[in-house]
């Protein structure tokens, strides 16, 4: 990746993944705090970079052998403990809880500054090409837990 890349990407720290985001006119509802649904798009984007900064390219994923691998949100629990508002700048945080079998977990966090606004639990199943089930290649899940509990 670019340096560019490498910034839009956000960065892995100790803890995980940080990824800063803006809040635009278009997150917001009339009340000008951020629709509920528009807290799923930060989450994605801050699953997605994650596996962008730990080298992991969803398109390259299809290729991976002959079965291709594919991650898909299985579960979701979200707290909404406090609404952001217009132009605040976001902290969306990801971190791997478990990765390994046919399944991933990961804890998100979205914070403006140190408050907590949203906290999530994401379940994440692992298929092939064709939506079967399949294991975790154990590379790729060494990777993902070196940013886990005990990793990072």
């Known amino acids: 990746m670019t340096s560019a890349q490498n910034f839009l990407a956000g960065m892995l720290a100790g803890d995980g993944h940080h990824l800063v985001q803006r809040v635009y006119y278009e997150d917001t509802d009339f009340s000008g705090l951020v629709y509920h649904a528009r807290y799923l798009h930060f989450l994605e984007r801050g699953r997605t970079d994650y596996l962008r900064c730990l080298g992991?390219?969803?398109s390259a994923l299809l290729k991976v052998d002959d079965?291709?691998?594919v991650f898909v949100v299985h579960r979701m629990e979200i707290d909404f403990k406090s609404p952001a508002r217009m132009d605040d700048?976001?902290?969306i945080r990801t971190r791997t809880e478990k990765a390994g079998g046919a399944k991933m977990?990961?804890?998100q966090e979205i914070r403006r500054g140190e408050t907590l606004l949203i906290a999530a639990k994401v379940i994440i199943a692992v298929i092939n090409a064709t939506g079967r089930p399949r294991r975790l290649p154990d590379a790729l899940a060494a990777q993902f837990m070196a940013r886990g509990p005990q990793g990072g």
């Open 56 to 58: 992991v390219e969803q």
């Open 67 to 69: 079965e291709g691998l």
């Open 89 to 91: 700048i976001l902290d």
């Open 105 to 107: 977990v990961l804890e």
